[in-house]
């Protein structure tokens, strides 16, 4: 399948410090790729859809000027965790959207990344 | 709205069992798409299968295979002679045509006991 990476794949900073989180698509070129956060043995919450050259979408109770995304290019999105806090810790996944036809619309996605806040 | 449940929070297994897993959709779509995704402890989502909803056929891949039935909206997973190595958590999926959402069910821990 297609690959999507995740840099880092771990982080710790300190309470008040800002995290960014690259996602890219080394194998194919992503128009839409996603932010997910999972706490603990719970599923997969969508934060945000980021569409190549506008600007994300959030989800409901997302707060758009913590997390911060860019997707800069057909193959790379970034999310910014700003001025981070103990509660944003958390194991935060991103994928990419492959749609080369109808039949392959599948989602990819990244190895996550742990962050844990100080 | 669009639904998606995995009632089974946790099964635990002995090797060589077969263990099926369950998920159950709700959507008044008529075009959507099923997935079903594993989660090793390493943490990556692996994608296992796509299913849309206008081909019914059950479908195997090797020791993993898929029941996809409309009349009841499940799409349920079934793992023959599992191994230790099927341990993780499994994710059911569902995303309407048209929508880039996905609707993640909760998830089933599988535990696979030597």
Known sequence: ?118 | AQKVTQAQTEISVVEKEDVTLDCVYETRDTTYYLFWYKQPPSGELVFLIRRNSFDEQNEISGRYSWNFQKSTSSFNFTITASQVVDSAVYFCALRVYNFNKFYFGSGTKLNVKP
């Open chain 1, 1 to 118: 399948g297609a690959v999507v990476s995740q840099h880092p794949s771990w982080v710790i900073c300190k309470s008040g410090t800002s995290v960014k989180i690259e996602c890219r698509s080394l194998d194919f070129q992503a128009t839409t790729m996603f932010w997910y956060r999972q706490f603990p043995k719970q599923s997969l919450m969508l934060m945000a859809t980021s569409n190549e050259g506008s600007k994300a979408t959030y989800e409901q109770g997302v707060e758009k000027d913590k997390f911060l995304i860019n997707h800069a290019s057909l193959t790379l999105s970034t999310l910014t965790v700003t001025s981070a806090h103990p509660e944003d810790s958390s194991f935060y996944i991103c994928s990419a959207r492959v749609m080369a036809t109808s039949s392959t619309d599948t989602q990819y996605f990244g190895p996550g990344t742990r962050l844990t806040v100080l």
